[in-house]
């Protein structure tokens, strides 16, 4: 299981005391650290669509100028804005044994878990 997010994140500190409260084993990818790949966020763009991957409610969003904001149209200007800018991914993105979850529900997670979707 590979966990993507941001360390400092509050939701991926929940997320994975979440998956440690659980005794799940995962592997944490920072993308401050560890960078974000075109490849990996085509592929989440491609299961869930740029529109959710795109994290409008955060703080990286707001900021940005809106001129900015209005050039993310589609899946090609959403990449390149999560390419320059990682923070503005939705956080945090799970992928174990062929499902990908997008954010921390705990209930939806426990479900995952129950189905044996996540370990």
Known sequence: MIVYGIRNCDTVKKARAFLEAAGLAYTFHD?????????????FIDTFGWDQVVNRKGTTWRKLPEDD???VKDAASALA???DQPSVIKRPIVVAKGRTLLGFDPVSWELAIEMGELA
Do not use: R
């Open 81 to 83: 804005l999560m390419l």
């Open 69 to 71: 904001q209005a050039a």
């Open 31 to 43: 993308y401050k650290k560890d960078g974000a790949d075109a490849a990996t966020l085509q592929g």
